[in-house]
């Protein structure tokens, strides 16, 4: 007895790796960023420990272990890791989640996300059990990838799936929720949350078609929102207009995933105080509308005019502060890389530590994890993005990841010089 309970415990002690567990890892970088209002730190260094971070300071003020191992990862300008807040997995390259090599979904995860500094992301509408999947994998530790939310299957106007992702999987269009009743929406909102959904996508208003244009009634998008946030989830919505967006203040949507274009007014002051007053927050997603125009074979000066008026839409936001999400609506936006975001959100007058903010904290209070992420800081987890250069200098430099480090694992590293 004795003999196999000695075997049990050392074989216990075996897989738990205890000893790597208790590593204590050094980061040392040219300057840290410990959150976007906090004065960066020059020469520091970054201690973590079984996941988290326990030291953020300057390096000559550190008080590091002897054993402490120091991380590949080190030498740039460090941040807390990046939060994109819409995100779709909708390409075909997803399709197979549960069964495809482990090799090529890492591979998909770092070419749509991890490379660009992403260490949690949000899906606002996917096929869901693939999503699931997919998330399940990487908790398991078998991918190397961002934590995943989602908000599975999105809930639509009845025949109001619009003609921009009539291009998805059929068999996933098919399961798409159209809710004709109060009760239907109800429905839908707790089977996608008993499925492992974070949270709930309204399309307020689309367009099938030319022309056409269908409306989910006031009393089916508040039905969902109810129940969404009866289960301490938060209500996305895809506003498309002016008039959707005072719907979605109606029915209690807590965050707009685009600004409005082609308005032909600006959002005026009465709405922006009833955003501001319900805490709403906004996703700019202005490289996508470049995008879209660019598919319609939009003038440049065409284009010009209608992004610039959603600028002026999220100036007139953070005016009355509003809180500003980062997102690319990369996914359905084939094109992955968010550089030209930040280069835009600065245009739309957003600060380096502005943009920031909508990578880390903003998205950590956002959904109530503004204790354990979004920071730099003893107890936070270890999020942490290495970047080439200094955003400070250049907005672009957001985009020049070295090296992404998640609860204190590498999963991400630039090949290379
Ligand atoms: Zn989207």
Redesign the pocket.
Known sequence: MIKSGAFLLFFALGTASPALAADTWVIQAAKIYPAPNAAPIEDGVVLVRAGRVTYVGKRVSARIPKSAKTSACSGGVLTAGFQNS?V?FVEPRWIGAAHQPAAELEQSLEDMLTRYGFTTVFD??SDQANTVALRARVEKGEIRGPRIFTVGLGLFPPGGIPSYIHDLPPQMLARLHQPRTAEEARAAVRANIAAGGDGTKLFLHTSPGQGVVKRMSADIARAAAEETHARGKLVMAHPTSLEAMRLALDVGVDVL?HTTLGEESPWDAATLARMKSAHMSVIPTFKLWIYELKKEDAPPSVIDTLVDATFRELESFIGVQGQVLFGT?VG?MHDYDPTDEYVLMAKAGMSHAQILESLTTAPAARWKEEKRHGQIAPGFAADLVMLAADPAEDVRNFASVQCVIRAGETIYSRAGP
């Open positions: 819409h779709h606002t509408t995933v609506d359905y």
